[in-house]
């Protein structure tokens, strides 16, 4: 799953309750976090200038001092706790922490900076995480192959690389809107990778959830049979989602 920072603050305690439910009937649940308005917060907070070129933060040593902090030390933690409070268990780690996600500058570092695209997930270390029955809560930043350099990497791109080197059935992306909407603000039920380059083309697509699907479309090639867009703050949606109940929308090959 990967939960936006669009949502976090909105994601009612039963959103947490629906996670602990599936968890309890043998559902294994991995969250990737985001957490982009809590970075800019922070950035302008301390009087950093932030940017985004084709919705990738700008990224320098110092940006990247505040993302680790926020991402790793603020919103990962803020996720546990909220997880743990359900009696279930969480554990908290970002893409540093046992090499979990290796990453290598974009194509477009000239323009953005120390910003990654996923090369490798340690898959072994989420799977022996799951096994010892704790939900693994992760914050999108990674490692270079040397160890030495972090990278700032898009969360929905970070969650699609870990969905796609689990091989799991499906990854939710758990957002502030209830669906991939149309020109006149309807939401597609279903929707093909066809119809997202359209989407895109035409401008119905912009923004945020053009990751999004990029995202879900680099993965729908792989194992993961479908990708769920919905909004966090309608009743009980990971439930919904994982029992096909015509919620949000639903990204097929
Ligand atoms: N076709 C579309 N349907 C729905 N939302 C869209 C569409 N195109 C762009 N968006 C925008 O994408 C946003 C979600 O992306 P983003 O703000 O990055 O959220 P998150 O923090 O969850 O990643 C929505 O709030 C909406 O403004
Ligand atoms: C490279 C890049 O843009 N990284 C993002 C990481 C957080 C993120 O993606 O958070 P959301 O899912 O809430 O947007 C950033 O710095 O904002």
Partial sequence: MKCGGSTLAALPGSFFEDMKQLQDEGIVTVIVHGGGPAISDTLTKLGIETEFVNGLRKTNEAVLDVVEMVLSGQINKVIVRRIQLTGAAALGLSGVDGHLIEAQPVSNAHEVGLVGDVTKVNAELIQGIVGMGYIPVIAPVGLGSDGGQ?????????AGAVASHLGVER?????DVPGIMNGEK???PVVSVAQIEDMIASGEIYGGMIPKVRAAIACIQGKVQEVVIVNGAEPQVLSKALKGEGIGTRIVR
């Fill in 171 to 175: 990854m939710i992306v758990v957002t």
């Fill in 150 to 158: 972090r990278y700032n990497i898009n969360a929905d791109t970070a």
């Fill in 186 to 188: 309807q939401v597609l």
